[in-house]
């Protein structure tokens, strides 16, 4: 039992992180947050489906190397090749304040980010690589989901 219980925790997070990539478009050398983990709820193989109208859940586990005082996610995705910021994503990027982790965060602590993302209804219905991009002003971290919204 103890192993089916091991086996199977390690074949849902292998799914968890075949959702998520690296953001292509980032440098390297910027990157200073890094993820274990990334969990988008619903969606076990990408692109991931966003409901028009609706509240995407996405949560994910990163690990900073140095202190961060606060930090802001801001969500991106591709269209016609050109990286756009997706309008009202986020009612308050600032993860400190409500999306559940305390500041400041401490250096080579694990922390848990979990927000919802209301899929406006106007948005066209299409399939993207989108990006969440965190950042304060020394430590920055990326990673892109490919996605599709529809109505």
Request: net charge neutral; with cysteine.
């Amino acid at each position: 039992m103890k192993t089916f219980l091991l086996c199977l925790a390690c074949l849902v997070s292998l799914a968890a992180a075949q959702i998520a990539q690296s953001c292509s478009d980032y440098p390297d050398n910027k990157v200073s947050v890094y993820l274990s983990s990334v969990r988008i709820v619903g969606c076990a193989v990408p692109p991931c489906k966003f409901y028009k109208g609706k509240n995407a859940t996405v949560a994910y586990n990163f690990k900073a190397n140095a202190d961060i005082a606060t930090m802001n996610i801001k969500l991106y995705g591709k269209i016609d090749g050109i990286w756009v910021e997706l309008p009202g994503g986020l009612p308050d990027p600032n993860i400190c304040h409500n999306i559940g982790v305390k500041c400041p965060m401490k250096s080579g602590t694990e922390y848990l980010v979990t927000f919802n993302v209301f899929v406006d209804p106007n948005y066209p219905s299409l399939t993207t690589l989108a990006e969440v991009r965190m950042s304060d002003s020394a430590v920055e971290g990326c990673f892109a989901v490919d996605l599709e919204i529809t109505g």
